[in-house]
Protein backbone atom coordinates (compact mmCIF):
# COMPACT_ATOMS: atom_id res chain seq x y z
CA UNK A 1 0.00 0.00 0.00
CA UNK A 2 2.60 2.56 0.68
CA UNK A 3 5.03 1.97 -2.43
CA UNK A 4 1.62 2.26 -4.47
CA UNK A 5 1.00 5.91 -2.21
CA UNK A 6 4.65 6.56 -3.10
CA UNK A 7 4.42 5.86 -6.85
CA UNK A 8 1.01 8.17 -7.19
CA UNK A 9 2.87 11.17 -5.63
CA UNK A 10 5.85 11.31 -7.51
CA UNK A 11 3.90 10.82 -10.49
CA UNK A 12 1.68 13.73 -9.51
CA UNK A 13 4.42 15.55 -8.69
CA UNK A 14 6.51 14.75 -11.67
CA UNK A 15 9.61 13.90 -9.47
CA UNK A 16 11.17 11.26 -11.69
CA UNK A 17 11.66 9.83 -15.20
CA UNK A 18 12.61 6.59 -16.53
CA UNK A 19 16.49 6.43 -16.62
CA UNK A 20 16.84 9.42 -14.36
CA UNK A 21 19.83 8.90 -11.73
CA UNK A 22 19.32 10.49 -8.19
CA UNK A 23 21.69 10.72 -5.32
CA UNK A 24 19.72 9.38 -2.15
CA UNK A 25 20.52 10.93 1.34
CA UNK A 26 20.88 8.32 3.40
CA UNK A 27 21.47 9.11 7.54
CA UNK A 28 20.20 5.00 8.73
CA UNK A 29 17.16 6.77 10.51
CA UNK A 30 13.78 5.42 9.73
CA UNK A 31 13.02 7.91 7.02
CA UNK A 32 15.86 7.58 5.12
CA UNK A 33 15.94 4.08 5.37
CA UNK A 34 12.37 3.76 4.00
CA UNK A 35 13.63 6.47 0.90
CA UNK A 36 16.02 4.15 0.42
CA UNK A 37 14.17 1.17 -0.28
CA UNK A 38 11.26 2.75 -2.12
CA UNK A 39 13.76 4.44 -4.39
CA UNK A 40 15.16 1.06 -4.71
CA UNK A 41 12.00 -0.51 -5.45
CA UNK A 42 11.21 2.24 -7.80
CA UNK A 43 14.66 1.61 -9.75
CA UNK A 44 13.63 -1.78 -10.93
CA UNK A 45 10.52 -0.19 -12.43
CA UNK A 46 11.88 3.44 -13.73
CA UNK A 47 15.14 2.04 -14.37
CA UNK A 48 16.93 4.75 -12.24
CA UNK A 49 21.04 5.01 -11.53
CA UNK A 50 21.24 5.56 -7.88
CA UNK A 51 23.72 6.53 -5.78
CA UNK A 52 23.50 6.10 -1.87
CA UNK A 53 25.56 9.41 0.29
CA UNK A 54 25.77 9.29 4.04
CA UNK A 55 27.35 12.15 6.11
CA UNK A 56 29.05 11.28 9.61
CA UNK A 57 28.40 14.33 11.62
CA UNK A 58 31.13 13.94 14.31
CA UNK A 59 28.93 14.45 16.76
CA UNK A 60 28.02 11.26 18.58
CA UNK A 61 30.29 7.81 19.21
CA UNK A 62 28.67 5.77 17.46
CA UNK A 63 28.04 7.55 14.33
CA UNK A 64 31.27 5.80 12.35
CA UNK A 65 29.51 2.57 13.31
CA UNK A 66 26.15 3.71 11.12
CA UNK A 67 28.47 5.03 8.31
CA UNK A 68 29.50 1.04 8.06
CA UNK A 69 25.40 -0.02 8.39
CA UNK A 70 24.54 1.95 5.62
CA UNK A 71 27.39 0.92 3.46
CA UNK A 72 26.39 -2.36 4.05
CA UNK A 73 22.84 -1.48 3.35
CA UNK A 74 24.22 -0.30 -0.28
CA UNK A 75 26.53 -2.93 -0.88
CA UNK A 76 23.37 -5.74 -0.05
CA UNK A 77 21.28 -3.73 -3.39
CA UNK A 78 24.73 -3.56 -5.34
CA UNK A 79 24.47 0.72 -5.43
CA UNK A 80 27.75 2.95 -5.07
CA UNK A 81 28.18 4.06 -1.28
CA UNK A 82 30.20 7.66 -0.71
CA UNK A 83 30.43 8.69 2.41
CA UNK A 84 32.04 11.77 4.39
CA UNK A 85 33.38 12.92 7.64
CA UNK A 86 32.99 16.32 9.04
CA UNK A 87 33.56 17.95 12.67
CA UNK A 88 30.04 19.80 12.48
CA UNK A 89 31.07 21.58 16.05
CA UNK A 90 33.97 22.90 14.39
CA UNK A 91 32.81 23.79 11.41
CA UNK A 92 29.94 25.82 13.16
CA UNK A 93 32.61 27.73 15.06
CA UNK A 94 34.82 28.32 11.61
CA UNK A 95 31.37 29.79 10.35
CA UNK A 96 29.77 31.45 12.81
CA UNK A 97 26.62 29.80 12.45
CA UNK A 98 24.19 27.20 14.77
CA UNK A 99 24.69 23.43 15.01
CA UNK A 100 21.88 23.29 12.65
CA UNK A 101 23.34 25.24 10.11
CA UNK A 102 26.26 24.07 10.05
CA UNK A 103 25.05 19.96 9.22
CA UNK A 104 22.62 21.72 6.26
CA UNK A 105 25.59 22.94 4.65
CA UNK A 106 28.37 19.67 5.07
CA UNK A 107 25.10 17.56 3.72
CA UNK A 108 24.35 19.75 0.82
CA UNK A 109 28.08 19.95 -0.12
CA UNK A 110 28.56 16.47 0.41
CA UNK A 111 25.00 15.62 -2.15
CA UNK A 112 25.86 18.20 -4.72
CA UNK A 113 29.82 16.81 -4.47
CA UNK A 114 28.58 13.12 -5.21
CA UNK A 115 25.73 14.55 -8.02
CA UNK A 116 28.55 16.07 -9.57
CA UNK A 117 30.91 13.21 -9.68
CA UNK A 118 28.17 10.40 -10.66
CA UNK A 119 27.20 13.04 -13.20
CA UNK A 120 23.56 13.58 -11.95
CA UNK A 121 20.90 15.92 -11.73
CA UNK A 122 18.35 15.04 -9.12
CA UNK A 123 19.04 14.28 -5.10
CA UNK A 124 16.51 12.60 -2.99
CA UNK A 125 16.03 13.55 0.22
CA UNK A 126 13.65 12.15 3.12
CA UNK A 127 11.26 14.84 4.11
CA UNK A 128 7.93 13.42 5.39
CA UNK A 129 4.68 15.34 5.94
CA UNK A 130 5.57 16.18 10.02
CA UNK A 131 8.53 17.60 8.87
CA UNK A 132 6.43 19.43 6.39
CA UNK A 133 3.99 20.74 9.50
CA UNK A 134 6.64 21.22 12.25
CA UNK A 135 8.28 23.68 9.41
CA UNK A 136 5.46 25.74 8.21
CA UNK A 137 4.99 26.12 11.91
CA UNK A 138 8.31 27.13 12.59
CA UNK A 139 8.18 29.31 9.64
CA UNK A 140 4.73 31.13 10.98
CA UNK A 141 6.36 31.56 14.67
CA UNK A 142 9.45 32.96 13.11
CA UNK A 143 7.45 35.65 11.16
CA UNK A 144 6.88 34.54 7.34
CA UNK A 145 5.22 35.88 4.13
CA UNK A 146 2.84 33.90 1.82
CA UNK A 147 6.02 31.83 0.29
CA UNK A 148 7.03 30.56 3.59
CA UNK A 149 3.55 28.71 4.47
CA UNK A 150 4.67 26.78 1.57
CA UNK A 151 7.23 25.49 3.87
CA UNK A 152 9.06 22.43 1.68
CA UNK A 153 8.63 22.14 -1.69
CA UNK A 154 8.25 18.63 -3.05
CA UNK A 155 10.64 19.80 -5.51
CA UNK A 156 13.00 22.96 -5.60
CA UNK A 157 16.17 24.08 -7.91
CA UNK A 158 19.61 24.57 -6.43
CA UNK A 159 21.69 25.92 -9.35
CA UNK A 160 21.63 22.60 -12.02
CA UNK A 161 20.63 19.91 -9.41
CA UNK A 162 16.79 18.98 -8.20
CA UNK A 163 16.50 18.16 -4.96
CA UNK A 164 13.19 16.14 -4.78
CA UNK A 165 11.36 15.10 -1.15
CA UNK A 166 9.31 11.61 -2.57
CA UNK A 167 7.81 11.21 1.06
CA UNK A 168 6.37 14.22 1.54
CA UNK A 169 3.26 12.74 2.12
CA UNK A 170 4.21 10.42 4.16
CA UNK A 171 3.01 10.79 8.36
CA UNK A 172 5.80 10.28 10.33
CA UNK A 173 4.04 7.08 11.94
CA UNK A 174 3.45 5.18 8.09
CA UNK A 175 7.30 5.55 7.38
CA UNK A 176 8.15 3.33 11.01
CA UNK A 177 5.36 0.92 10.40
CA UNK A 178 6.87 0.61 6.85
CA UNK A 179 10.56 -0.68 8.81
CA UNK A 180 8.73 -2.88 11.34
CA UNK A 181 7.07 -4.30 8.22
CA UNK A 182 9.94 -4.81 6.45
CA UNK A 183 12.03 -5.74 9.37
CA UNK A 184 14.46 -3.00 8.79
CA UNK A 185 16.58 -1.51 11.51
CA UNK A 186 16.85 2.07 11.77
CA UNK A 187 19.26 3.90 13.78
CA UNK A 188 17.95 6.40 16.42
CA UNK A 189 19.66 10.00 16.48
CA UNK A 190 19.84 10.61 20.26
CA UNK A 191 20.05 14.71 19.05
CA UNK A 192 16.79 14.51 18.00
CA UNK A 193 15.47 14.20 21.49
CA UNK A 194 17.73 17.15 23.10
CA UNK A 195 15.53 20.26 23.32
CA UNK A 196 18.21 22.66 22.95
CA UNK A 197 17.09 22.96 19.79
CA UNK A 198 14.22 24.50 18.19
CA UNK A 199 12.89 22.39 16.13
CA UNK A 200 12.62 19.50 18.16
CA UNK A 201 11.34 21.47 21.41
CA UNK A 202 8.47 22.75 18.46
CA UNK A 203 8.25 18.54 17.91
CA UNK A 204 8.19 17.24 21.38
CA UNK A 205 6.47 20.09 23.12
CA UNK A 206 4.37 22.54 21.13
CA UNK A 207 2.54 20.48 18.53
CA UNK A 208 1.66 17.83 20.99
CA UNK A 209 0.17 20.69 23.24
CA UNK A 210 -1.77 21.72 19.81
CA UNK A 211 -2.82 18.40 19.29
CA UNK A 212 -4.17 17.57 22.75
CA UNK A 213 -5.71 21.09 23.21
CA UNK A 214 -6.35 22.25 19.94
CA UNK A 215 -6.61 19.89 17.05
CA UNK A 216 -5.67 16.48 17.05
CA UNK A 217 -5.02 16.74 13.26
CA UNK A 218 -2.97 19.81 13.10
CA UNK A 219 -0.24 18.27 11.38
CA UNK A 220 -2.76 17.24 8.68
CA UNK A 221 -4.27 21.17 8.44
CA UNK A 222 -0.62 22.60 8.31
CA UNK A 223 0.63 20.32 5.35
CA UNK A 224 -2.90 21.00 3.78
CA UNK A 225 -2.18 24.86 4.27
CA UNK A 226 1.53 24.58 2.62
CA UNK A 227 -0.28 23.11 -0.56
CA UNK A 228 -2.51 25.47 -0.65
CA UNK A 229 -0.02 28.17 -0.23
CA UNK A 230 2.33 26.66 -2.74
CA UNK A 231 -0.26 26.97 -5.42
CA UNK A 232 -0.94 30.62 -4.83
CA UNK A 233 2.93 30.85 -4.64
CA UNK A 234 2.71 29.58 -8.29
CA UNK A 235 0.75 31.62 -9.62
CA UNK A 236 1.91 34.73 -8.25
CA UNK A 237 5.03 34.07 -9.29
CA UNK A 238 4.88 32.80 -12.54
CA UNK A 239 2.62 36.34 -12.82
CA UNK A 240 5.57 38.40 -11.50
CA UNK A 241 7.70 36.84 -13.91
CA UNK A 242 5.50 37.91 -17.10
CA UNK A 243 5.55 41.41 -15.47
CA UNK A 244 9.29 41.53 -14.97
CA UNK A 245 9.94 40.69 -18.76
CA UNK A 246 8.02 43.39 -19.30
CA UNK A 247 8.78 46.16 -16.87
CA UNK A 248 12.59 44.96 -16.45
CA UNK A 249 15.63 45.30 -19.24
CA UNK A 250 19.01 44.68 -18.66
CA UNK A 251 21.96 46.59 -19.67
CA UNK A 252 24.87 45.34 -19.39
CA UNK A 253 25.51 45.05 -15.57
CA UNK A 254 22.63 46.36 -14.96
CA UNK A 255 19.17 46.05 -14.12
CA UNK A 256 16.44 48.88 -15.43
CA UNK A 257 13.13 48.57 -14.30
CA UNK A 258 10.08 51.11 -15.17
CA UNK A 259 8.87 52.78 -12.24
CA UNK A 260 5.53 54.70 -12.99
CA UNK A 261 4.77 50.62 -14.64
CA UNK A 262 6.13 49.09 -11.46
CA UNK A 263 4.27 51.13 -8.70
CA UNK A 264 0.88 50.69 -10.78
CA UNK A 265 0.58 47.13 -9.62
CA UNK A 266 -0.73 45.38 -6.30
CA UNK A 267 1.57 45.31 -3.56
CA UNK A 268 1.83 41.45 -3.81
CA UNK A 269 3.15 41.87 -7.26
CA UNK A 270 5.65 44.41 -6.64
CA UNK A 271 7.52 42.87 -4.21
CA UNK A 272 8.09 39.40 -6.41
CA UNK A 273 9.23 41.76 -9.26
CA UNK A 274 11.47 43.72 -6.58
CA UNK A 275 12.84 40.37 -5.79
CA UNK A 276 13.23 38.55 -8.97
CA UNK A 277 15.65 41.55 -9.78
CA UNK A 278 17.60 41.43 -6.71
CA UNK A 279 18.31 37.65 -7.44
CA UNK A 280 20.39 38.59 -10.84
CA UNK A 281 23.04 39.69 -8.24
CA UNK A 282 22.61 37.70 -4.65
CA UNK A 283 21.39 34.14 -3.52
CA UNK A 284 17.99 34.24 -2.02
CA UNK A 285 19.17 33.35 1.22
CA UNK A 286 21.05 36.91 1.40
CA UNK A 287 17.64 38.69 0.88
CA UNK A 288 14.34 38.98 2.85
CA UNK A 289 11.20 40.40 3.02
CA UNK A 290 12.42 43.73 5.21
CA UNK A 291 15.29 44.32 2.31
CA UNK A 292 12.56 43.66 -0.44
CA UNK A 293 10.10 46.24 1.87
CA UNK A 294 12.74 49.09 1.70
CA UNK A 295 13.45 48.42 -1.59
CA UNK A 296 9.51 49.48 -2.58
CA UNK A 297 9.70 52.25 -0.82
CA UNK A 298 12.76 53.75 -2.24
CA UNK A 299 11.61 52.53 -5.70
CA UNK A 300 8.21 54.90 -5.19
CA UNK A 301 10.13 57.66 -2.72
CA UNK A 302 13.50 57.83 -3.82
CA UNK A 303 14.90 60.78 -5.57
CA UNK A 304 17.59 60.85 -8.71
CA UNK A 305 21.11 60.47 -7.40
CA UNK A 306 20.09 58.89 -4.21
CA UNK A 307 21.13 55.12 -3.45
CA UNK A 308 20.00 52.41 -1.55
CA UNK A 309 22.62 49.73 -0.21
CA UNK A 310 21.21 46.52 -0.14
CA UNK A 311 23.32 42.99 1.41
CA UNK A 312 25.80 41.90 -1.67
CA UNK A 313 26.64 45.25 -2.66
CA UNK A 314 24.00 45.80 -4.72
CA UNK A 315 23.03 49.10 -4.76
CA UNK A 316 19.52 50.72 -6.14
CA UNK A 317 19.16 54.21 -7.65
CA UNK A 318 16.22 55.54 -8.68
CA UNK A 319 17.31 57.33 -12.39
CA UNK A 320 14.75 59.53 -13.58
CA UNK A 321 11.70 57.04 -14.28
CA UNK A 322 13.50 54.13 -13.67
CA UNK A 323 14.71 52.07 -10.76
CA UNK A 324 18.28 50.95 -11.49
CA UNK A 325 19.84 48.13 -9.52
CA UNK A 326 23.55 47.14 -10.14
CA UNK A 327 26.60 45.90 -7.74
CA UNK A 328 28.46 48.35 -6.39
CA UNK A 329 31.60 47.51 -7.97
CA UNK A 330 30.29 48.46 -11.54
CA UNK A 331 30.16 52.14 -10.74
CA UNK A 332 33.67 52.19 -9.02
CA UNK A 333 36.02 52.31 -12.54
CA UNK A 334 37.91 55.07 -11.24
CA UNK A 335 38.91 53.58 -8.59
CA UNK A 336 40.53 50.62 -10.11
CA UNK A 337 42.17 52.60 -12.53
CA UNK A 338 43.02 56.82 -11.77
CA UNK A 339 44.74 57.21 -14.82
CA UNK A 340 46.26 55.98 -18.11
CA UNK A 341 48.75 57.69 -20.44
CA UNK A 342 47.70 57.53 -24.03
CA UNK A 343 50.50 57.63 -26.75
CA UNK A 344 50.11 59.03 -29.69
CA UNK A 345 49.78 56.65 -31.85
CA UNK A 346 48.36 54.22 -29.58
CA UNK A 347 45.21 53.29 -27.53
CA UNK A 348 44.17 52.59 -24.01
CA UNK A 349 42.30 49.55 -22.63
CA UNK A 350 39.56 50.11 -19.75
CA UNK A 351 38.59 47.92 -17.18
CA UNK A 352 35.48 47.31 -19.23
CA UNK A 353 37.15 46.04 -21.74
CA UNK A 354 36.44 49.61 -24.01
CA UNK A 355 39.22 51.14 -26.15
CA UNK A 356 40.33 55.27 -26.31
CA UNK A 357 42.43 54.95 -29.77
CA UNK A 358 44.56 57.97 -30.26
CA UNK A 359 45.99 58.74 -34.10
CA UNK A 360 47.08 61.70 -35.98
CA UNK A 361 45.17 62.58 -39.22
CA UNK A 362 45.09 65.15 -42.12
CA UNK A 363 42.04 67.43 -41.65
CA UNK A 364 41.64 66.68 -45.28
CA UNK A 365 41.05 63.18 -44.66
CA UNK A 366 38.19 63.69 -42.00
CA UNK A 367 34.77 62.45 -42.18
CA UNK A 368 32.62 64.73 -41.00
CA UNK A 369 31.29 65.52 -38.65
CA UNK A 370 32.31 62.87 -36.41
CA UNK A 371 30.03 60.79 -34.68
CA UNK A 372 29.90 60.44 -31.18
CA UNK A 373 32.02 57.94 -30.42
CA UNK A 374 34.87 60.16 -31.75
CA UNK A 375 36.66 63.19 -31.54
CA UNK A 376 38.36 65.34 -33.84
CA UNK A 377 40.97 68.12 -32.08
CA UNK A 378 43.58 70.75 -32.76
CA UNK A 379 47.01 68.59 -32.24
CA UNK A 380 48.86 72.13 -32.41
CA UNK A 381 48.08 72.74 -29.07
CA UNK A 382 48.66 69.08 -28.03
CA UNK A 383 51.80 67.98 -29.52
CA UNK A 384 53.58 69.08 -26.28
CA UNK A 385 50.80 67.79 -23.57
CA UNK A 386 51.09 64.50 -21.56
CA UNK A 387 47.45 62.91 -22.99
CA UNK A 388 45.80 60.33 -20.89
CA UNK A 389 42.52 58.80 -19.75
CA UNK A 390 41.09 59.33 -16.57
CA UNK A 391 37.81 59.53 -14.48
CA UNK A 392 35.83 62.47 -12.71
CA UNK A 393 37.56 63.66 -9.41
CA UNK A 394 35.86 66.36 -7.35
CA UNK A 395 36.26 70.02 -8.31
CA UNK A 396 36.49 69.15 -12.17
CA UNK A 397 35.97 71.78 -15.26
CA UNK A 398 35.46 71.51 -18.48
CA UNK A 399 35.11 74.27 -21.20
CA UNK A 400 32.49 72.55 -23.54
CA UNK A 401 32.89 73.50 -27.34
CA UNK A 402 30.08 76.12 -28.26
CA UNK A 403 29.72 77.35 -24.61
CA UNK A 404 30.83 80.52 -23.60
CA UNK A 405 33.33 79.15 -20.76
CA UNK A 406 34.15 76.44 -18.32
CA UNK A 407 31.77 74.85 -16.06
CA UNK A 408 32.23 72.67 -13.42
CA UNK A 409 32.35 68.64 -15.11
CA UNK A 410 29.49 67.54 -12.79
CA UNK A 411 26.78 70.62 -14.25
CA UNK A 412 27.75 69.47 -17.79
CA UNK A 413 26.90 66.02 -17.30
CA UNK A 414 23.44 66.85 -15.83
CA UNK A 415 22.73 68.94 -19.17
CA UNK A 416 23.62 66.69 -21.19
CA UNK A 417 21.66 64.38 -18.44
CA UNK A 418 23.93 61.46 -18.30
CA UNK A 419 22.05 59.13 -15.65
CA UNK A 420 24.23 59.00 -12.07
CA UNK A 421 25.22 55.50 -12.02
CA UNK A 422 27.37 56.09 -15.43
CA UNK A 423 29.05 59.36 -14.55
CA UNK A 424 31.92 57.65 -12.70
CA UNK A 425 32.42 55.72 -15.38
CA UNK A 426 32.70 57.84 -17.95
CA UNK A 427 36.50 58.18 -18.96
CA UNK A 428 38.01 61.42 -19.53
CA UNK A 429 40.75 62.22 -21.83
CA UNK A 430 43.25 64.98 -20.22
CA UNK A 431 46.04 67.05 -21.74
CA UNK A 432 48.14 67.27 -18.60
CA UNK A 433 45.50 68.23 -16.01
CA UNK A 434 42.92 70.09 -18.43
CA UNK A 435 39.85 67.72 -19.67
CA UNK A 436 39.55 67.87 -23.81
CA UNK A 437 37.19 65.25 -24.45
CA UNK A 438 33.86 63.41 -22.31
CA UNK A 439 33.91 60.31 -24.42
CA UNK A 440 31.17 60.27 -26.23
CA UNK A 441 29.96 63.49 -25.07
CA UNK A 442 31.89 66.48 -26.22
CA UNK A 443 35.61 67.81 -27.26
CA UNK A 444 36.91 71.07 -25.05
CA UNK A 445 36.18 74.12 -27.10
CA UNK A 446 39.68 75.38 -27.01
CA UNK A 447 40.69 72.62 -28.96
CA UNK A 448 38.01 72.30 -31.82
CA UNK A 449 39.07 72.25 -35.20
CA UNK A 450 39.51 75.52 -36.83
CA UNK A 451 40.23 76.94 -40.64
CA UNK A 452 43.68 77.18 -39.12
CA UNK A 453 44.34 73.60 -38.21
CA UNK A 454 46.56 71.45 -39.79
CA UNK A 455 47.37 67.97 -37.99
CA UNK A 456 44.14 66.64 -36.18
CA UNK A 457 44.20 64.40 -33.49
CA UNK A 458 41.48 61.73 -33.37
CA UNK A 459 39.85 60.08 -30.69
CA UNK A 460 37.60 57.18 -30.94
CA UNK A 461 35.71 55.34 -27.77
CA UNK A 462 35.04 51.79 -29.07
CA UNK A 463 34.08 48.21 -27.74
CA UNK A 464 36.69 45.71 -27.95
CA UNK A 465 36.95 44.03 -30.22
Keep these: MIYQKFFKYINENKLLSPGDGAVLAVSGGPDSLCLLYLMHRLSEQFKLNLVVAHLNHCLRPEAEEEAKGVQSLAEQMSLPFVTRAVDI ?31 VTKIALGHHLDDQAETVLLNIIRGTGPDGLAG ?64 PRIREALFGLAKLAEEDRKFLQSLARQYYNKLAEKDND ?23 AVLNYIPAGRINRKHIARLGIFARMGKSG ?48 KIITAALKDKDDLIWPPEPSRACLDYAGLEDALLKVTYRCPGDRFFPQGAAGSKKLKDFLIDQKVPFHQRDCLPLVKADDTIIWVAGQRIAHPFRVTGKTQNVLELEYVSDQ
Excluded: M, W
Excluded at 92 to 117: P, T, W
Excluded at 322 to 335: F, I, P, T
Design 89 to 119: RKLKQEKGISEEEAGRLARYSLLFDVASNYG
Design 152 to 215: ILPQSQRGKYTIIRPLLCFRRTEIEDYCRENKLSPYTDSTNLELNYTRNKLRLELIPQLEGEYN
Design 254 to 276: KILIARDSLLKLPPALRGRILRL
Design 306 to 353: KVLLLPGKVEARCIDNRLVLSLQEAHSVRKILREYQLPVPGRVVLPDG
